[in-house]
């Protein structure tokens, strides 16, 4: 009887094992239909992307104002069209995992895809601001060279680096602060920094024309005397 009672017990439950199986196979195969279409639009979306970038010669117009070097000293290869293509691919399947998560009642897995979703967009602004940055700074170096140089200056091409790096710097920490990375640090950097070109403006200047100060206070005080 105890014997009978235990063999009904590993029977009923087995048989809500496989009915528990049955009845969840079919959102198993619909979540890598999913998966399979998902795939597939995002390798031709990626494709598509990066094909478009490539025609418009993305890669070259970077080259021309100088990024390429950084990306030499750094190792790596300067493939922005690439880079765009698989950002597209990578969002598409995220989107398409997202779906398949959502259908397998995976909840936590579709809380963190859909915390990288949300996360995505900072990247792809951070991105298109240090772009900018580096335009911006292309041609602000060839101002400043130019603007130098025609008043028969010799500090051009020092001056014309001077404001690209400096616009490129401040690129980058907006980038790094649209990712949310180390917030207040970089508010800390970029504190410093002016302080530290406050400070050496103001020794320069106390150092170095304190007599010609000196001369314009007195200039001023004799002008302001004889009226």
Do not use: C
């Not at 397998?104 to 915390?115: H, I, M, R, V």
């Amino acid at each position: 009887m105890v014997v009978q009672s235990w063999t009904d017990v590993v029977v009923g439950s087995l048989q809500n094992l496989w009915w528990g199986v049955v009845n969840y196979l079919p959102n198993i195969v619909g979540a890598l239909v999913v998966l399979i279409i998902g795939l597939i639009v995002a390798a031709g979306l990626g494709a598509l992307v990066e094909k478009i970038l490539e025609g418009v010669r993305l890669d070259t117009f970077l080259e021309k104002i100088g990024l390429k070097p950084i990306f030499d000293r750094a190792g790596l290869k300067l493939r922005a069209a690439y880079f765009f293509g698989k950002l597209v691919y990578w969002f598409v399947i995220i989107a398409f995992l997202l779906a398949v998560a959502d259908s397998l009642q995976l909840y936590a897995l579709s809380e963190f895809l859909t915390a990288v979703l949300n996360y995505l967009p900072n990247v792809i602004a951070a991105v298109l601001i240090m772009l900018a940055a580096f335009v911006l700074a292309h041609f602000a170096r060839r101002i400043v060279t130019a603007s130098v140089m025609s008043a028969k200056l010799h500090s051009g091409p020092f001056l014309g680096t001077v404001a690209y790096w400096a616009i490129a710097v401040f690129g980058v920490l907006t980038a790094l602060s649209q990712l949310n990375i180390a917030s207040a640090i970089i508010q800390t950097i970029v504190t410093g920094f002016i302080a530290m070109l406050a400070l050496a403006g103001g020794l320069a200047f106390g150092l170095g024309g304190k007599d010609y100060a000196n001369h314009l206070l007195n200039k001023l005080k004799d002008r302001t005397e004889a009226h």
